[in-house]
């Protein structure tokens, strides 16, 4: 069975500062991996994805994510944070194969501070 | 850009009654899902559909049901709903995977179900 770990319920930064989100997971062959960010009373909205090749992953609103074979890791992260970045953010796990259903980890609220 | 529709956007209910949920994916996509999320929890995965067929099937109750249409869009059936049952429903929508490609997820605003 797949799983995703975000260890982090919140992580707070200030406006300007690189953020981190950290996600790790576990799944059954090569790993489809996702982040999507949820503003309240919305829906999720897709930020970005690893499939296959360039480890680093570039994104929407300036985010990018590292994916890292070894540490079985797909971390989220943004040079400088800004204040709109603040909401829930979920990283999301499918196997390579099979099927697509969406693994979701429990989700970090990021609060960026002014 | 279209997006995928979901209605009605808000629905209560009584224990023990039915509810219909609906979902209009993105146009040209062909295959749709269904996310449970409770409050303060992650989506969960419910149940899938490729070209009108059952693709996958996850954490579904019994009481459920759900289908995809000739025009693509989906329902999903609940029946002798119980409170536990309260929670934001979504949508999403994607292109089947081929050509080397895996395609992400669209999802909907989501359907919030509260149940009396």
């Known amino acids: 069975a797949q799983s995703v770990a975000q260890p982090e319920d919140q992580v707070n930064v200030a406006e300007g500062n690189p953020l981190t989100v950290k996600c790790t997971y576990s799944v059954s062959g090569n790993p489809y991996l996702f982040w999507y960010v949820q503003y309240p009373n919305r829906g999720l909205q897709f930020l970005l994805k690893y499939i296959t090749g360039d480890n680093l992953v570039k994104g929407s609103y300036g985010f990018e994510a590292e994916f890292n074979k070894s540490q079985t890791s797909f971390h989220l992260k943004k040079p400088s944070a800004l204040v709109s970045d603040s909401a829930l953010y979920f990283c999301a796990v499918r196997d390579g194969m099979g099927r697509r259903a969406l693994t979701f980890g429990s989700g970090t609220r990021l609060q960026v501070q002014p | 850009a279209a997006g995928v529709i979901q209605s009605p956007r808000h629905l209560i209910k009584e224990k023990r009654e039915t509810a219909t949920l609906k979902c209009y994916p993105i146009?040209?996509?062909?295959?749709v899902y269904w996310y449970q999320q409770g409050p303060g929890q992650d989506p969960q995965f419910l149940i899938s559909f490729y070209e009108k067929m059952q693709s996958d099937k996850g954490s579904i109750p019994d009481r459920f049901s759900a289908q995809q249409f000739s025009d693509y869009h989906s329902e999903l059936n609940m029946s002798s709903l119980e409170l536990g049952d309260s929670a934001l429903y979504f949508c999403?929508?994607?292109?089947?995977?081929?050509?080397?490609?895996?395609?992400?997820?669209?999802f909907g605003p989501g359907t919030r179900l509260t149940v009396t």
């Open positions: 999403a929508s994607s292109p089947m995977d081929g050509g080397g490609m895996a395609y992400e997820q669209y």
């Open positions: 146009p040209r996509h062909d295959t």
